[in-house]
């Protein structure tokens, strides 16, 4: 019995350490997505050329969604027209290169993360479209397209096809102060909170008992710690194969990636275990629904390498400028709530998220959860229904 309170009470302190940078991060994105239309990004998505992955990238990272609406949005983009490329990097963005994460991973575990976060994601798509342009023959995308087109359900499909933008024309300030821009970054910030929630709670649950139950001889062993150079050339190597089997993707692998740093693994190895988000078990069984089993396992070890190579990247290059922190100031948060900034931030930003709740319960909200799985028809009609209720209210 006490094993379990220890390990719910690191739980419990992890989380109100980073409820406040939470909020932020999905206020900040919410803010974002509610001026910039998911409509629009069709059309910027026809090819793999450099400039229209690095178009993808930055819309994908203003579209910051859960893994499991990620995946299905890139689907619905794919099937509408864009290139297959793009959409992966478009997905890949849209998990690793969002203001939340970034958020936490500096709360959590220094700047120095949230750099690497910023630098490995754009290495990621780089490294993911090479292995496209090298492997991905016509008679794959063929198949791919034609079970893609079968619109097998997934999960998230209802969120995905939402689109919760703003309507009305004019400035950015304009729009985003208006009501109907409240009702909006409302709509946004509840939906993600509710896409992101199961993720992580699961990966809080799971880094507070890892973090109470096993011992660090075990990951000393597992990532070679006390042999420098293996230890860097081992990391990224196994970073995703944790991810894989940890079934915990988005945010919520951020805790289990501070256990883990703890417990010896390389910066690169990190890296390359918030990467592989989009690997999960469930995840990986949604390619097989998605674009057909042989396209699934195409994707397992094309985005596994990416992953892999952008750890490395990030290891050599963070190490040759001495960026990268010493592991043994790791640490993980285990004093509870107490008076201190933390708890009048946490404060502040509950009230802010009380705020957007209740302009989402006012204005739609209760249906749009009820449409959030969605199904095979969500990617086609979502957007009329996941967006009548704004109406401009003040």
Known sequence: MHAVVHALSI???????????????????????AVVHKSTVVSLLGDDRPKTLAVAAGLGAASSSCSYAAVALARSLFRKGANFTAAMAFEIASTNLVIELGVILALLMGWQFTAAEFVGGPVMIIALAGLFRLFLHDGLLRQARQQAERGVAGSMEGHAAMDMSVKREGSFARRLLSGEGFTSTSHVFVMEWAAILRDLVAGLLI????????????????????????????????????????????????????????????????????????????????????????????????????????????????????????????????????????????????????????????????????????????????????????????
């Open 11 to 33: 739980t419990l302190s992890m989380t109100w350490e980073i409820t406040w940078a939470l909020i932020l991060g999905f206020a900040l994105s919410a803010v974002v997505q």
């Open 207 to 394: 880094a507070g008992a890892i973090a109470a139950w096993v011992p660090d001889s075990f990951w000393s062993a597992l990532f070679l710690d006390g042999h420098p150079l293996a230890s860097k050339l081992i990391g990224p190597l196994i970073g995703p194969l944790v991810a894989i089997a940890s079934f915990v993707c988005s945010i919520g692998n951020v805790p289990l990636a501070v256990v883990l740093w703890q417990g010896g693994i390389s910066f690169g190895g990190v890296v390359s275990f918030i990467f592989a988000d989009l690997l999960i078990l469930p995840i990986l069984n949604i390619y097989r629904k998605y674009y057909g089993p042989r396209t699934a396992l195409f994707l397992l070890w094309t985005f596994y390498a990416a992953a892999v190579i952008a750890g490395y990247v990030v290891e050599f290059v963070f190490g040759a400028l001495g960026l990268i922190p010493d592991q043994a100031d790791a640490t993980i948060p285990m004093e509870g709530i107490s008076w201190n900034y933390t708890t009048y931030l946490n404060i502040a930003f509950l009230l802010l998220a009380a705020a957007f709740l209740i302009r989402f319960l006012r204005t739609g909200g209760r249906r749009m959860l009820a449409m959030m799985g969605g199904g095979p028809g969500a990617q086609e009609h979502g957007e009329q229904g996941g967006h009548n209720d704004h109406g401009g209210r003040g």
